[in-house]
């Protein structure tokens, strides 16, 4: 199978393809062929070695965490599944090793879920990281019930899923994003839309979900409510009695199966900028570092 590898730690022009042996699932896993991934900010730090100090692999290294594609084979044991399903899963690559940036992935079966059945399967890669991250995040800030919450990087992958899940649990929601984004915040279902240019009011909010990387939103939130951050590099300051907390992703099968109903129930919208042959994923890094991408990047494997 062909496969986009990373021989070492650097820039994103190292990552090249390869010819790679089909891997072969052991009992209780899945083989996927892979239809869509997609490429998120962490593919850029494991690339770049800045997670290195952490947790590393061998070289060469396969990155990629989303996958969208159809069972080709099963281990032995899996019942949930069975060849021909359409899939979507999470591969913790920076834990696992296993990167999706591949013709073929084994991944266990429990980190599987349906893909929806509304989407094209290839744009359901956009969905397991930023989604599982979003959905996690606003459990873990548990907002009262129809409270307010404000969500910055909210025209994001993983804020824009956040703004529609927090909609759907019938939260009052306070969207922050670039000037020039307020149109498309207000079409995901948020309440108000701010930036630079319209600052939050301070205390506004019972809660803050903070997926930009700008800790000092904190400010936005009431005396004594909570933020929680999905940005270790820039986590907010806990003042006037509001609890800070981190959130890291967590591989859930079943909670990802939740997402796809979702989507299927038209409460998440899947957004796609453009999608890249397999020989390209450095490319793709280049355009997420750039900023300004308003739907997901997603890498086609058999172009
Ligand atoms: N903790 C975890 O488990 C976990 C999981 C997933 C992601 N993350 C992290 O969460 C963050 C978001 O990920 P993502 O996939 O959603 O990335 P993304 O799609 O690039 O979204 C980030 C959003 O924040 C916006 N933004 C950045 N700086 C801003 C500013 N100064 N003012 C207004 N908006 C600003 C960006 O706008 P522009 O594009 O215009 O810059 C973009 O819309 C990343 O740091 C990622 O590493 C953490």
């Known amino acids: 199978?062909?496969?986009?590898?990373?021989?070492?730690?650097?820039?994103?022009?190292?990552?090249?393809?390869?010819?790679?042996?089909?891997?072969?699932?052991?009992?209780?896993?899945?083989?996927?062929?892979?239809?869509?991934?997609?490429?998120?900010?962490?593919d850029l730090e494991v690339r770049s070695g800045s997670k290195a100090d952490h947790i590393t692999h061998d070289f060469p290294m396969?990155?990629?965490?989303?996958?969208?594609?159809?069972?080709?084979?099963?281990?032995?044991g899996v019942a949930r599944f069975a060849p021909g399903d359409r899939v979507v899963a999470m591969s913790a690559q920076l834990a696992t090793g296993v990167g999706t940036h591949a013709?073929?992935?084994?991944?266990?079966?429990?980190?599987?879920?349906?893909?929806?059945?509304?989407?094209?399967?290839?744009?359901?890669?956009?969905?397991?990281?930023?989604?599982?991250?979003?959905?996690?995040?606003?459990?873990?800030?548990?907002?009262?019930?129809?409270?307010?919450?404000?969500?910055?990087?909210?025209?994001?992958?993983?804020?824009?899923?956040?703004?529609?899940?927090?909609?759907?649990?019938?939260?009052?929601?306070l969207a922050h994003g670039r000037p020039g984004d307020a149109d498309r915040l207000h079409a995901l279902g948020a309440d108000e839309a701010y930036s630079s240019q319209r600052p939050v009011p301070p205390g506004a909010a019972d809660g803050l979900l903070e997926t930009a990387g700008l800790p000092r939103a904190v400010a936005g939130v009431r005396d004594g409510g909570r933020a929680v951050s999905v940005v270790p590099l820039a986590p907010p300051v806990s003042e006037r009695g509001v609890e800070v907390r981190m959130s890291f992703v967590e591989q859930d099968g079943r909670r990802l199966e939740e997402l796809?109903?979702?989507?299927?129930?038209?409460?998440?919208?899947?957004?796609?900028?453009?999608?890249?042959?397999?020989?390209?994923?450095?490319?793709?890094?280049?355009r997420l570092a750039a900023g300004g991408s308003r739907g997901k990047l997603l890498i086609s494997p058999w172009d």
Request: glycine residues 12%; charged residues 15%; negative net charge.
């Open 1 to 42: 199978m062909r496969a986009s590898i990373l021989p070492r730690y650097g820039a994103p022009e190292l990552l090249t393809l390869a010819e790679l042996p089909r891997p072969v699932p052991g009992p209780g896993q899945l083989l996927v062929r892979v239809v869509a991934s997609a490429v998120n900010p962490v």
């Open 62 to 76: 396969i990155l990629g965490w989303d996958l969208a594609g159809v069972v080709e084979e099963c281990g032995s």
């Open 103 to 173: 013709q073929y992935v084994v991944l266990d079966a429990g980190l599987a879920a349906r893909a929806p059945h509304t989407a094209e399967l290839a744009h359901t890669a956009a969905l397991p990281l930023a989604g599982l991250t979003a959905h996690q995040a606003l459990d873990a800030l548990a907002p009262p019930e129809g409270g307010t919450v404000l969500i910055t990087g909210a025209a994001g992958a993983v804020g824009g899923l956040a703004v529609q899940l927090a909609v759907a649990r019938g939260l009052k929601v």
């Open 260 to 286: 796809s109903g979702l989507v299927d129930q038209g409460v998440l919208t899947l957004r796609v900028e453009r999608t890249y042959p397999l020989a390209e994923v450095g490319a793709a890094h280049r």
